[in-house]
């Protein structure tokens, strides 16, 4: 192997990478989590959501789909990136997600479930915290109830006529 003898242009470079200015953003991208790949799942409902973190530029893609195609509602793709701006690493990760069953807001709770899941199995020192105290990391567990013999729903029973 050929070594590199040119030490000089290593060091000028380190100490340009170590300056920095007061008008750096101070907004996006500033968490201090590790930026490696990671694997959620996440349940909502009947919604079943397979989530992968891979480091990038923070592109969605939920079965094929972009974000804004598969969540046309602002509310639930607010939802969906809650965990990642919470933790202030937006634009730092690609998301693929592969969800089925359910309704639309079973999936948007399944997959923010599997985004807070995955980000806490990258750097659980450093985020795990501040996702539990958000309530991203607790499973959502109401579920419908079944409905019951000799009534018309859960808990609707028939019409009651005394005479």
């Known amino acids: 192997m050929a070594e590199n003898t040119n030490n000089s242009a290593v060091q000028e470079t380190e100490e340009e990478l170590t300056s920095y200015t007061t008008e750096t953003n101070a907004g996006a991208g500033t968490g ?42 602002k509310l639930l793709q607010r939802e969906v990136n809650s965990p990642i701006v919470l933790l202030k690493l937006e634009g730092k990760f690609d998301v693929v997600v592969l969800v089925d069953g359910g309704g639309t807001t079973g999936q948007a709770g399944a997959i923010r479930l599997g985004v807070a899941r995955a980000l806490n199995a990258i750097d659980r020192d450093a985020n795990r915290a501040e996702l539990k105290k958000a309530g991203f990391l607790t499973r959502d567990a109401r579920v419908v109830e079944r409905k019951k013999a000799g009534l018309h729903k859960a808990r609707r029973a028939p019409q009651f006529s005394k005479r």
């Open 32 to 73: 201090t989590s590790a930026i490696e790949p990671g694997y959620g799942t996440g349940r909502r409902k009947e919604a079943v959501a397979r989530v992968r973190l891979i480091p990038g530029s923070g592109k969605w893609t939920i079965n094929g789909r972009t974000l804004e195609e598969y969540f046309p509602s």
